[in-house]
């Protein structure tokens, strides 16, 4: 039955998202941490998503994909941003301290465009739960 | 008179298991609303159903190799035609696919009434008060 594999799908897909939110709320506490050179900096780190193929595929006795899941999480490339501050302990010798090339509007938008994601798939499982619930008093 | 219960329920329980298949279907397409490429995909419940019913004229095959036309949903999965493109080549529409989830829920809902109600007749017949 199908409406079992939703479970899956949906499932599969609100591990995705929290994963995206996860990524987005280390970048935000990181926004501010600065270092003194341009390696050590935090790199913001963006999830990549990508659709699964696993047994729900026989369960829906269809091809195709099933399900949704981080197929790599990705460091930005953005040079940190360097930053003339000579009275902060964090700076090197020539008086630069380096801060993590975040951008905060990206990263609450992508936070709530996963909340949103988030939400769609949880509403999802509740329809189909209620279907099941119906589907099994069938006949009573 | 014999009892033939498939007969009897007739295409709603086949209706049911289309729909059934068509709401995971859909949720894998709102699963994948933020997968890069991905190519929201619908199965077309008007063509499943004609397989279903007999008086139609089903496809002929005349070669082994031929497409034969099973009930598999898999020859009525068909790509959505994408309303606006993406730049990630994502096709999904959160709003179209919501709507045909609400849509196919309420439908999979008909078909259950449908059906209790012809187990309820059965019922009140077997049961003879």
Same mark, same amino acid.
């Given at each position: 039955?199908?409406?079992?594999?939703?479970?899956?799908? @949906?499932? %599969? $897909?609100?591990?995705?998202?929290?994963? !995206?939110?996860?990524?987005?709320? =280390?970048?935000?506490?990181? &926004?501010?941490?600065? @270092?003194? %050179? $341009?390696?050590?900096?935090?790199?913001? !780190?963006?999830?990549?998503?990508? =659709?699964?193929?696993?047994? &729900?595929?026989?369960?829906?006795?269809?091809?195709?994909?099933?399900?949704?899941?981080?197929?790599?999480?990705?460091? =930005?490339?953005?040079?940190?941003?360097?930053?003339?501050?000579?009275?902060?302990?964090?700076?090197?010798?020539?008086?630069?301290?380096?801060?993590?090339?975040?951008?905060?509007?990206?990263?609450?938008?992508?936070?709530?465009?996963?909340?949103?994601?988030?939400?769609?798939?949880?509403?999802?499982?509740?329809?189909?739960?209620?279907?099941?619930?119906?589907?099994?008093?069938?006949?009573? | 008179?014999?009892?033939?219960?498939?007969?009897?329920?007739?295409?709603?329980?086949?209706?049911?298991?289309?729909?059934?298949?068509?709401?995971?279907?859909?949720?894998?397409?709102?699963?994948?609303?933020?997968?890069?490429?991905?190519?929201?995909?619908?199965?077309?419940?008007?063509?499943?159903?004609?397989?279903?019913?007999?008086?139609?004229?089903?496809?002929?095959?005349?070669?082994?190799?031929?497409?034969?036309?099973?009930?598999?949903?898999?020859?009525?999965?068909?790509?959505?035609?994408?309303?606006?493109?993406?730049?990630?080549?994502?096709?999904?529409?959160?709003?179209?696919?919501?709507?045909?989830?609400?849509?196919?829920?309420?439908?999979?809902?008909?078909?259950?009434?449908?059906?209790?109600?012809?187990?309820?007749?059965?019922?009140?017949?077997?049961?003879?008060?």
């Amino acid at each position: 039955m199908s409406l079992f594999s939703i479970f899956d799908i @949906s499932g %599969s $897909a609100l591990k995705a998202q929290s994963v !995206r939110m996860t990524t987005t709320a =280390s970048n935000m506490s990181n &926004a501010d941490v600065v @270092s003194s %050179s $341009a390696n050590t900096t935090y790199r913001p !780190r963006y999830p990549v998503f990508q =659709s699964i193929q696993q047994q &729900a595929n026989a369960a829906m006795e269809l091809e195709g994909n099933a399900g949704a899941q981080v197929s790599a999480i990705n460091e =930005s490339t953005k040079t940190p941003i360097k930053r003339y501050e000579p009275d902060n302990p964090q700076a090197d010798s020539n008086g630069y301290i380096y801060a993590p090339n975040i951008n905060v509007v990206e990263e609450m938008t992508n936070m709530i465009s996963a909340s949103r994601s988030y939400q769609m798939n949880v509403e999802i499982m509740n329809t189909s739960k209620q279907l099941m619930q119906k589907t099994l008093q069938l006949g009573q | 008179m014999s009892l033939d219960i498939d007969g009897y329920l007739g295409i709603h329980a086949k209706a049911l298991a289309v729909r059934d298949k068509r709401s995971a279907v859909i949720a894998n397409n709102i699963a994948n609303v933020d997968t890069p490429n991905f190519k929201a995909q619908d199965i077309d419940f008007k063509q499943v159903l004609k397989q279903f019913d007999n008086k139609l004229p089903m496809l002929e095959t005349s070669h082994s190799q031929h497409m034969k036309p099973q009930d598999n949903l898999l020859m009525a999965m068909k790509f959505r035609v994408p309303q606006q493109g993406s730049l990630d080549g994502n096709t999904v529409n959160k709003d179209v696919e919501t709507t045909e989830f609400a849509r196919n829920a309420m439908q999979y809902q008909a078909s259950l009434n449908f059906l209790n109600s012809k187990i309820k007749t059965v019922m009140t017949a077997l049961r003879g008060e």
